[in-house]
Nanobody, 123 residues
């Protein structure tokens, strides 16, 4: 059984940094890609960043230069480093696994999802 568990969310101030982790169990991350998405209140889920098993990375324009996605192969974990956070980054953040192909940016292209972790940026 494949499971994705996010952690690291919380309440931070504008300009602060936060690291989110996504631990994948039940399947090694040796194909496809892992993506981070976010969903604000009353909004649709949107793509944030993705990393392919080959380590190729891709970012949404809204986070490029501020967020960094990486992986810890020994722990089967994908990390999202978020810097210079703004109130517009406030959302529930989800990680998701696509088991085939390379970078994917659409919600429907992912096979497994975590439960999400809340990130709130407020002064």
């Amino acid at each position: 059984q494949v499971q994705l568990i996010e952690s690291g969310g919380g309440l931070v101030r504008p300009g602060d940094a936060l690291n989110l982790s996504c631990v994948i169990s039940g399947r090694p991350f040796n194909s496809g890609c892992v993506g981070w998405f976010r969903q604000g209140a009353g909004k649709e889920r949107e793509f944030v960043a993705a990393i392919a098993w080959s380590d190729w990375k891709y970012y949404a324009d809204s986070v490029k230069g501020r967020f960094t996605i990486s992986r810890d192969k020994s722990k089967n974990t994908v990390i999202l480093q978020m810097n210079s956070l703004t109130p517009e980054d406030t959302s529930v953040y989800y990680c998701a696994l696509n088991t085939v192909g390379t970078i994917r940016t659409r919600v429907q292209e992912y096979d497994y999802w975590g439960q999400g972790t809340q990130v709130t940026v407020s002064s």
